[in-house]
């Protein structure tokens, strides 16, 4: 998070992608002392939580320690430095617009093509109707296409994200290591939207060295 990219911290260069989407409220959720510093000097609000066993729940710790009310609130990972505001803009929406379909959390997908469907590192999404996620999968899924990546950022309504962080774990969670696949076997609907291709996060060394390669070239 404080890997420098372009004279920047990374964190604070997502807290910035994200201020562009125009919420009305962004905060980096964290534990650590180091990162709340850098957001801070940066001029990012800081939401202030203990040890987290993944995202979602540290924004779900952070939600209910701010005390806040909201429509939606939207979990970004803090490794997308490069995230699309467009495409938080949508994801939000798509809960926002679905309002009496029965949706309780949006995410976004971009189309995949068949030669990088069996990559398991790619997350692939079957649909059904009014894109409501049907399963989540590393293996390439519906059979024959059309493929789908999804796009790891995430809309909730207040009540979702706090049922999401106590639900027991799935079967399929367990064997697909996928957090959503325990959202859909305990009732909650996930709903789909289009969205640009997936930015680079910055999960390895690799990763970090891509992503400070296109800072560099515009």
């Known amino acids: 998070m404080l890997a420098d990219v372009g004279g920047v911290p990374l964190v604070v260069r997502t807290w910035r992608r994200v201020t562009e989407a125009g919420f009305a409220r962004v905060f980096v959720a964290t534990d650590d002392d180091e990162i709340a510093a850098v957001v801070e000097a940066a001029g990012g609000e800081v939401a202030r939580t203990g040890d987290a066993p993944n995202g979602t729940a540290r924004v779900a ?33 798509g809960l926002l617009e679905a309002e009496g379909a029965g949706f309780d959390i949006a995410t976004g997908a971009a189309p995949l093509s068949a030669a990088e469907a069996d990559n398991p ?4 999404v079957a649909l059904g109707e009014a894109g409501r996620a049907l399963y989540f999968s590393r293996a390439a899924i519906p059979h024959g296409g059309p493929f789908r990546v999804h796009v790891g950022v995430y809309a909730f309504r207040p009540a979702a994200l706090r049922a999401a962080v106590v639900l ?4 399929a969670e367990r064997v697909e290591r996928l957090e959503q696949l325990r959202w859909l076997a305990n009732g909650l609907a996930i709903r789909v939207v289009d969205v640009a291709a997936p930015a680079p996060s910055v999960d390895t060394a690799e990763d970090l060295e891509r992503v400070r390669g296109l800072v560099r070239g515009g």
Do not use: C, H, I, W
């Open 61 to 93: 710790a952070a939600f209910a320690a701010l005390g806040l009310d909201a429509d939606v609130v939207l979990n970004v990972q803090g490794d997308e430095p490069l995230v699309e505001p467009e495409t938080l803009r949508r994801v939000a929406g």
């Open 121 to 124: 590192a790619r997350v692939k």
């Open 168 to 171: 027991p774990e799935s079967a």
